[in-house]
């Protein structure tokens, strides 16, 4: 697919993204922002893709695993940064939307064992699903641990009520060439996802935490 965006100006773009970030003590994540034209989320349809990049955005993304025993023991034993619980501990929410969606609301990634994930509306109702936080499946025929990598690396575009969409691609700390393999693998994916392709996009930014926006188009 052929890019509207050089890579002289991705670099330029990342050159003054530095340079106007305040330094702080944590890195910063960098988010890839954008407008579309020509789309109209009323009628057009609504897309909804995701794609793993070369190198993980956000090593420190929330996830919560309702897993069955083995997948809890399995977590513990690798010693995964992510929380745990189970369907009883579920249970206990007596199906309230409130604490429900309170509780999912504090993670970016619920993940779910296959062998509970049917039980899950049962427990809490169909909350989840309505918020956009139903729980990934996870199976023991994979890794646990390559399958929380490949999370962190994966970037969701779905069309809402609203055209301007953004996603984190990476954090400060990594190189320019990092930061531009991850920014053009996401945009060009969701490019591909646009019925006119670049010409739906009026404007992308890409923007650190505490920085201001630097423009790509």
């Known amino acids: 697919m052929s890019s509207k965006i050089s890579t002289a100006q991705l ?3 990342l050159r003054f993204m530095r340079e106007n970030t305040k330094k702080r003590n944590f890195a910063q994540t960098v988010e890839l922002q954008l407008s579309l034209k020509d789309v109209d989320p009323t009628k057009d349809k609504r897309f909804s893709g995701t794609v793993r990049l070369p190198h993980v955005p956000r090593n420190k993304l929330g996830i919560c695993l309702i897993g069955d025993q083995k997948h809890v023991d399995e977590a513990k034993q690798l010693g995964l940064t992510i929380d745990t619980t189970d369907l009883d501990s579920l249970k206990k929410f007596n199906k309230d939307k409130k ?16 062998t509970v994930l049917k039980k899950v509306p049962v427990v809490v109702g169909p909350i989840l699903n309505r918020i956009g936080r139903f729980p990934q499946v996870v199976s023991h ?60 996009l009026k404007s992308v930014n890409i923007k650190s935490t505490m920085g201001k926006p630097a423009k790509i188009l």
Do not use: C
Not at 99 to 114: E, I
Not at 153 to 165: N, R
Not at 166 to 188: H, K, P, S, Y
């Open 11 to 13: 670099y330029e773009a």
């Open 99 to 114: 604490l429900v969606k309170k509780w999912a609301k504090k993670y970016d990634q619920l993940l779910a064992s296959d």
């Open 141 to 200: 025929s994979e890794p646990l641990d390559k399958k929380i990598e490949d999370i962190k690396a994966t970037v969701k575009w779905q069309l809402k009520k609203v055209t301007d969409m953004g996603a984190a691609v990476g954090n400060m700390e990594m190189t320019d060439e990092q930061l531009r393999q991850n920014i053009m693998m996401a945009l060009n994916f969701l490019v591909s996802l646009l019925k006119k392709g670049w010409h739906n």
